[in-house]
């Protein structure tokens, strides 16, 4: 279905993602310090920019692992339905884990990955996401670390999408609607 057209607004620079991401790394580095090896997982397909970045930053011996959930398809409504497309490739058992995740926007996701990897017995689980949205949240969720929280504004850019586009983008921008009221 061909969307309506639409503007977008940058929210948050390159450059003050960047910056963020140094103060969260040694925030990880402080937390992980006396982890053998750390399993730093992405949750595709929206934090492949932001773990890209992250891993960059935090000095510390990882490994890195993915696992796909979906939930919105390529509207803008979550289907509350939180879809496992493609599952880690390591083991995680008695391991210090991190979720890197984009955003947390109803909370489905998150907590729903969250959930599931419990079940594999983790030493330590954390989750990061990189924006917050507490305005639309649907369960009581919340990731240990978060870069920013956002309004209630539909966002792409650094790894987020509307219908698959505006991925590539190297800040967080907010769609706008050309023909929506200012
Ligand atoms: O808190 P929620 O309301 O669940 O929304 C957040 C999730 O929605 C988006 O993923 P999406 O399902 O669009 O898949 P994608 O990561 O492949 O873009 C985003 O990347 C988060 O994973
Ligand atoms: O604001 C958003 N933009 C794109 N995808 C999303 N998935 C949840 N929230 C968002
Ligand atoms: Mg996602």
Same mark, same amino acid.
């Given at each position: 279905m061909p969307?309506?057209?639409?503007v977008?607004?940058e ?10 991401i140094?103060?969260l790394a040694?925030e ?6 006396d982890?053998?090896?750390l399993?730093v997982i992405?949750?595709l ?13 935090l000095d ?6 993915f696992l796909e ?6 509207g803008m409504?979550?289907s ?12 995680i ?9 984009d955003?947390?926007?109803?909370g489905?996701t998150?907590?729903?990955v969250?959930?599931?990897l419990?079940?594999r017995h983790?030493?330590?689980? @954390?989750?990061?996401?990189l924006?917050?949205?507490p305005?639309? /949240?649907? +369960? %009581?969720?919340? &990731?240990y670390?978060?870069?920013f929280?956002?309004?209630?504004a539909?966002v792409?850019?650094?790894g987020?999408?509307?219908a698959? @586009?505006n ?8 769609v /706008?609607? +050309? %023909?929506?009221? &200012?």
């Amino acid at each position: 279905m061909p969307h309506r057209p639409y503007v977008i607004d940058e929210m948050i620079s390159a450059k003050a993602i960047a910056a963020r991401i140094e103060d969260l790394a040694r925030e990880i580095r402080t937390e992980f310090a006396d982890t053998d090896k750390l399993v730093v997982i992405g949750l595709l397909r929206g934090s492949f920019v932001f773990i890209a970045d992250l891993v960059r930053e935090l000095d510390l011996p990882v490994e890195v692992d993915f696992l796909e959930a979906s939930s919105y398809g390529d509207g803008m409504e979550s289907s509350r339905e939180v879809r496992i497309l493609k599952d880690l490739r390591g083991q995680i058992e008695g391991r210090d884990v991190l979720i890197v995740e984009d955003i947390v926007d109803t909370g489905h996701t998150l907590a729903h990955v969250t959930d599931y990897l419990q079940t594999r017995h983790p030493a330590r689980l @954390r989750t990061i996401a990189l924006l917050d949205k507490p305005a639309r /949240r649907e +369960v %009581d969720f919340k &990731a240990y670390w978060t870069g920013f929280e956002i309004p209630d504004a539909f966002v792409v850019g650094y790894g987020i999408d509307f219908a698959q @586009r505006n991925r590539n983008l190297p800040y967080i921008g907010k769609v /706008r609607f +050309v %023909d929506d009221a &200012a």
